[in-house]
């Protein structure tokens, strides 16, 4: 496995090994063991989670606030995303900053997102199907989102590289909070 360290401290790309021949491959995509020996604060996989979007869907940015927070690791099985993370952590040194990452299954790439992190994606192509590995349980009462679009993020969605005149999102998502009226939820250290 290798970790490519993002913009964003403790979030990290994750490039599982793949072995394989003109049969197709084999990949551990994912050995708690070695997250564990790369310092990367995974809990138990407590649920597994897959959602399949149209090409322009966004989903997010969505987060769990205290005691449910969690932890993902993130791929896209079919299709293609432009995965989006911010750092919700106060006392971070990238608090309110965020990053992408383009995810497809022909780059193999998993994202490893902290708690603390509101998460979501663009999906790039009809039939995407992503996956989410999660350290705690869904917990609707303590569901949170950002608006996906907030002017003072200025998040760069890439929606005009990709041909997405719409973008296509769910009722809850269009009436995030804006991110200067989230309360602070996450305090590096303490989650």
Not at 78 to 88: E, I, P, Q, R, Y
Not at 96 to 124: C, I
Request: negative net charge.
């Amino acid at each position: 496995m290798k970790l490519i360290k993002t913009e964003l401290d403790d979030c990290y790309i994750i490039e599982p090994d793949k072995f394989g021949d003109e049969r197709g491959y084999f990949s551990p995509f994912f050995i708690e063991k070695q997250l564990k020996d790369n310092n990367i604060n995974f809990g138990a996989v407590v649920q597994c989670n897959r959602s399949l979007s149209s090409k322009g869907i966004v989903r997010g940015l969505h987060f769990q606030k205290n005691p449910k927070c969690q932890a993902k690791i993130v791929e896209c099985l079919n299709g293609s995303v432009l995965d989006v993370v911010l750092d919700l952590r106060e006392g971070s040194n990238t608090f309110g900053k965020w990053t992408s990452v383009l995810l497809t299954p022909e780059n193999g790439r998993q994202l490893f997102v902290p708690r603390g992190f509101a998460h979501g994606f663009v999906s790039l192509e009809d039939n995407t199907l992503f996956q989410y590995l999660v350290d705690n349980d869904y917990s609707k009462e303590d569901e949170e989102g950002i608006l996906w679009n907030d002017p003072d993020l200025n998040i760069d969605w890439k929606l005009e590289e990709y041909g997405i005149d719409n973008p296509i999102l769910s009722d809850k998502d269009q009436n995030n909070k804006m991110f200067k009226d989230c309360p602070i939820f996450f305090k590096k250290g303490e989650i």
